[in-house]
């Protein structure tokens, strides 16, 4: 597959990207599915560690799985310094997806990696998995608006914004065009709910659906999107062939990121890829 150049700013390979959170820091992926991806998009990183959730927090629902991890991660100091030099040694871009409270949280996040050799950055302003930090900004344009500005101040690179599937996504997504996002990622997991009949209660925190059954709802929402905003869309949502990926591209998208289905199967990217070069041939 040649170059891909749909992303001003952001050098691919290809238009996969590994999404946030989906895939850990590579433990369980092979070199190969590492290095063949368009970019490496970290899991949400925080100043300081975040324990997450306690278990379970995974639960399979028809067509689709429910998390709560609660955005557990070892903190800046340790990604920083212990895990980052691995995931920039496979080659592929490395985008960082920040997450915190205020804007000074990820100010001081993107100050703290400005100069460690990531592609760009991928502001976290929803998480369905906790009540405090980016989800009160996916429900605030003028919030984006600022925290964007701010961020953008800093950095002149690289910075995509991952949309919250709900809420004023179109006011969101235009007040962070405005401040000068790069691109945007269309969009995070949908708030969902899973119950243990036998335990009479919710199986586990309320969590985001991801897998299958969010695709035609992201499809959508890429295609209206891909309408109103001028800057790159990133889709994300459901994507577990080519023709799934050729679909989004097809509905306005530049790229998109593949999470849930390498949980499925560790080799999926690959596969996607092939099968989505084989369509773009053919057409």
Known sequence: MKPWSEIPG?????????????????????????????????????????????????????????????????????????????????????????????????????????????AGFEVNISCPNVRKGGIAFARDPEGVFRLVKRLRSQWEGF??????????????????????????????????????????????????LSGPAIKPLTLRLVYELSRKVKIPLIASGGILSGRDAYEYLLCGARAFQVGTATLIDPEAPRRILSELDALLKDR
């Open 159 to 208: 910075l995509t914004v991952k949309l919250s599937p709900v809420g004023p996504v179109e006011e969101v997504a235009l007040a962070a065009e405005e401040a000068g996002a790069s691109a945007l990622t269309c969009a995070n997991t949908y708030p969902a709910l899973t119950v243990d009949l036998a335990g009479r209660k919710p199986r586990l925190h309320p969590g985001g």
């Open 10 to 118: 952001l050098y691919l390979t290809n238009p996969l990207m590994l999404a946030s959170g989906t895939w850990g820091f590579g433990e369980n992926l092979s070199r190969e599915v590492l290095t063949a991806v368009g970019a490496l998009v970290s899991k949400g990183i925080s100043l300081k560690p975040r324990p997450g959730n306690p278990p379970p927090r995974l639960s399979e629902a028809p067509c689709g799985l429910v998390n709560s991890i609660g955005l557990e991660n070892p903190g800046l100091a340790v990604f920083r310094e212990k895990i980052l030099p691995r995931l920039l040694s496979y080659g592929p871009p490395v985008l960082v997806n920040i997450l915190g409270e205020s804007e000074e949280e990820f100010s001081r996040l993107v100050e703290g990696l400005r100069e460690s050799g990531v």
